[in-house]
C-alpha cells in the first residue's frame, strides 16, 4: 500500500487569522487587476491623445495600433452576443434591406440629388436648322427646347412639332453665332443642370471617348440612321441592369429611344433581370464563359450562351408603361449553327414570321433580322426539332435615330475570365454590334483573389486589347468597381485592396487607349458605401458590395450626370478650335 505525503508549503504552517485575503485569491485578484488595467489602456491612451477614437484616421501610427487594442467600442458586437443570439438579423431588418452589424459612426447620408424613382423631363438644347426650307424637326423623344433668341422658342416642346417650326423660321431670319457655323454640331449646347454637381468627371487624356461624342451629336441631331449604341460589361453590380436601366432611360428620354438592345436567351442565374423590357426564357441551359464551359470557346456576344432542345423557348416583348421601351420596330437573333443542330421558329405577336435551319457542316455564328412597324410587339423564338440549338441572345430595335444601351453583366464575372472566349469569334461578334461607346466594369469579385497585381493588370489590358481589336472603331472606357467595404472596430471602410486594384485598371485603360472613370470617386470615396448602408432609405445592401434598387438608380444618374459633362466639354473645345 503506497504511503501519502501531503505535500507542504512554505505558509502552510502559518494560521489564518481573518485578516486580508488567503494567499491564493490574494493572487487571482492581483491577476485581475492587471488584467483590467491592460484592457483599460488604449482606451486610457485614446482618449488622452484626443483622437476621437478614429483608429482610421490619419493621426499617429502607432496611436492607431494602440487604439486597435480596445477590447470593444460602440457598434461592436457585445462580447458574447452569438452566444445568445438568435439565427439571423430578423424580419423587421431584413425588410429594412440591412443587418444587425450596421455601422453606427458614419455620418447617414440625408440627401442624394435623384434619388427617386420619378424621371423629369431631360432637355436638350438644339438650334434650329439655318436652312428655313428644311427646318430641324424637334422629335418627341429628346424632350428638345430651343435656345433663347428664336421667338417663342422656350415654349417649343416635342408635341407641338408646328410651334417648333415657327420658331426655327424666326430664327433663320436673325441667325445668331451658332447658325452661321460651318459645324453643325455647333448647334447643340447641353444644359448645365445636366451635370450640375458632378462628383467625378471622365479621364480621357488620350481623346478616346471623342468617337462617341461624334455619335452622340449625329444623333442629337437626329440624322437619318444616327443610333448611339453603348455596350457596358461587367459583374454583378450591372446583371440586373439597374444602374444601367437609369442610365438608359436617361440617354433615351433625352437623344431618342432606339431600343432596348441586346439580351441574353439564358443566365444562368435568378439575379440577372431586364428593365424595360418583358423577357421570359424557358428549356435553354447556360454555357457561361466565366465557367469555361463550352469546349469551342463561343459563348456570343453576351458571354453566356443558351443551349435548348425540343420545346425551349424564349421571349422579349415592348412594356405597357414606362418612360421607354414601349415599341420596337427590329428583331435580331443571335446563334450558333453547326453538325445536327435544329430548327428555330420566330414568332411575331402570335404569328410564326419564319424557320431557321441551324445545321451546318462546319461551325459558324449567324445573325437574323427582321422588321416590322413600329408599335407594341412581342418576339418569341422556340425549337421545333431537328436537335440541339444553340442561341447566344436577341436584339430589340427601333429604326430611329436614337440611344441604345446593351448590359451585358454576368453573376461572379472577372475581366480576365473573358479570355477563355474564342478571341477570333468575340471579336467577329463585336463587329457585328456596330459599337460607339465600349464600357468595362469589374474588379468587385477580384477584391479576395490572391493574385499578383503585376499579373491583374497585364490580364486586364489583354482584355481590353482584344474588345478594342473587334472594335476599333468605338470609344472604350474603363469604369472602376463600386466602393466594396468591410466592418473593422464599429466602423465600415473601403476595402484597402480596392486602391491597388483601380490604380491597376486605370494603368491599363490608359495603356490599351481608353478613358477612365471612377464611379467610386462619384459615389464619395473612401468609406462611401457605410454612409450608403446607413442612408435612408437605404442605398446599399448589407453585403457592403452591392446598390439597393433605390442606390442603382443614383448610380445611374451619377454616370450620366459625368458623361454629359464630358460631352458638353467635348462640344466646347470643338467649338474652340473651329476657324474663325
Request: aromatic residues 8%; charged residues 25%; negative net charge.
Amino acid at each position: 500500500m503506497a504511503t501519502f505525503y501531503e505535500i507542504r508549503t512554505p505558509d502552510a504552517d502559518q494560521p489564518w487569522d481573518g485578516q486580508g485575503l488567503p494567499a491564493g485569491p490574494r493572487a487571482a485578484m492581483v491577476g485581475l487587476i492587471g488584467l483590467l488595467a491592460a484592457i483599460a489602456a488604449p482606451y486610457l491612451v485614446v482618449l488622452a491623445a484626443g483622437d476621437g477614437g478614429d483608429p482610421d484616421g490619419d493621426g499617429d501610427q502607432v496611436l492607431a495600433k494602440i487604439a486597435d487594442l480596445r477590447a470593444w467600442i460602440p457598434g461592436d458586437e457585445l462580447p458574447f452576443e452569438k452566444m445568445f443570439s438568435i439565427h439571423g438579423a430578423g424580419p423587421a431588418v431584413a425588410e429594412a434591406g440591412g443587418s444587425k452589424a450596421a455601422a453606427v459612426e458614419d455620418p447617414p447620408i440625408t440627401a442624394v440629388a435623384g434619388e427617386g424613382d420619378e424621371l423629369e423631363p431631360v432637355e436638350l438644347l438644339v438650334d434650329p436648322d439655318p436652312d428655313p426650307v428644311a427646318p430641324a424637326p424637334v422629335d418627341a423623344n429628346s424632350a428638345a427646347a430651343l435656345p433663347p433668341g428664336a421667338a417663342d422658342a422656350s415654349a417649343a416642346t416635342a408635341t407641338d412639332a408646328a410651334a417648333a417650326t415657327d420658331a426655327a423660321d424666326a430664327s433663320a431670319a436673325a441667325p445668331d453665332a451658332a447658325a452661321t457655323s460651318p459645324d453643325p454640331f455647333a448647334r447643340i449646347a447641353i444644359p448645365d443642370r445636366l451635370w450640375e454637381g458632378v462628383t467625378a468627371e471622365i479621364e480621357d487624356p488620350s481623346g478616346a471617348m471623342a468617337p462617341f461624342y461624334e455619335s452622340l451629336a449625329r444623333t442629337a441631331l437626329k440624322e437619318e440612321g444616327a443610333v448611339t449604341r453603348i455596350a457596358q460589361w461587367g459583374d454583378s453590380a450591372i446583371a440586373a441592369d439597374g444602374m444601367t436601366s437609369m442610365a438608359r432611360r436617361l440617354l433615351q428620354r433625352q437623344f431618342g429611344d432606339a431600343g432596348h438592345g441586346f439580351s441574353l436567351v439564358a443566365a444562368g442565374t435568378p439575379w440577372y433581370l431586364r428593365k424595360d423590357i418583358e423577357w421570359t426564357s424557358r428549356g435553354f441551359k447556360s454555357r457561361e464563359f466565366i465557367r469555361k464551359q463550352a469546349k469551342d470557346g463561343r459563348y456570343g456576344y453576351g458571354g453566356v450562351a443558351g443551349v435548348g432542345y425540343l420545346g425551349a423557348h424564349a421571349s422579349w416583348a415592348t412594356v405597357d408603361e414606362g418612360p421607354v421601351g414601349r415599341t420596337a420596330g427590329a428583331f435580331e437573333l443571335w446563334y450558333h449553327k453547326g453538325r445536327g443542330h435544329g430548327r428555330l421558329q420566330i414568332q411575331v405577336d402570335g404569328q410564326e414570321r419564319v424557320v431557321l435551319d441551324t445545321s451546318a457542316e462546319a461551325p459558324e455564328d449567324a445573325r437574323y433580322r427582321l422588321t416590322v412597324e413600329d408599335g407594341p410587339h412581342t418576339f418569341k423564338i422556340r425549337n421545333v426539332g431537328g436537335g440541339v440549338t444553340r442561341v447566344y441572345g436577341a436584339v430589340v430595335e427601333r429604326e430611329v435615330p436614337g440611344v441604345v444601351y446593351d448590359s451585358i453583366g454576368v453573376v461572379g464575372a472577372r475581366a480576365a475570365r473573358q479570355l477563355f472566349a474564342d478571341e477570333a469569334h468575340t471579336q467577329a461578334q463585336l463587329a457585328q454590334r456596330d459599337l460607339d461607346l465600349m464600357v468595362f466594369m469589374y474588379g468587385g469579385n477580384a477584391l479576395p483573389d490572391s493574385t499578383r497585381l503585376e499579373a491583374y493588370q497585364a490580364s486586364f489590358l489583354q482584355v481590353l486589347q482584344r474588345f478594342r481589336a473587334g472594335a476599333p472603331d468605338a470609344a472604350c472606357l474603363v469604369m472602376s468597381p463600386l466602393d466594396h467595404g468591410e466592418r473593422r472596430r464599429g466602423r465600415i471602410r473601403t476595402v484597402p485592396r480596392m486602391y491597388d486594384l483601380m490604380k491597376a485598371q486605370k494603368a491599363a485603360a490608359f495603356e490599351a487607349g481608353c478613358a477612365w472613370y471612377s464611379i467610386f470617386d462619384a459615389m464619395g470615396g473612401e468609406g462611401a458605401i457605410g454612409r450608403w448602408y446607413n442612408a435612408s432609405p437605404r442605398l446599399a445592401a448589407s453585403d457592403l458590395a452591392h446598390p439597393t434598387g433605390r442606390g442603382s438608380k443614383v448610380l445611374g444618374r451619377l454616370w450620366h450626370k459625368s458623361l454629359m459633362k464630358g460631352f458638353a466639354g467635348w462640344l466646347k473645345a470643338r467649338k474652340a478650335a473651329a476657324p474663325p
